[in-house]
């Protein structure tokens, strides 16, 4: 897909194993997908979640992010879903 190049903002959620399961990680991800809806809502929102990393696809869930499974490709570090708000229809 190519984020990078289209205009698109992404959301990165990196964490401690220590602070994993206390809802850290969905906390700041809806926070930044309200910040973003609000404040750039012309702008797509995306999340690239790991297609076995249950907790991630919770997460960009709770962030108001849906599976955009036409967009999904292989990354630098392997294949990745894409989660997205906001796609041009």
Known sequence: MGQR?????????V???????QGLASEAATAVAARAFRDVPDIPLIA??????????RVAVRAGLTRAEHLDE????????????GLPR
């Open 48 to 57: 690239r979640v790991r297609p076995n990393n249950i907790a991630s696809q």
């Open 15 to 21: 964490g401690h194993g220590g602070r994993w399961g």
């Open 5 to 13: 190049a289209r205009g698109v903002l992404g959301v990165e959620q």
């Open 74 to 85: 292989t990354g630098d570090d392997g294949f990745d879903w894409i989660c997205a708000a």
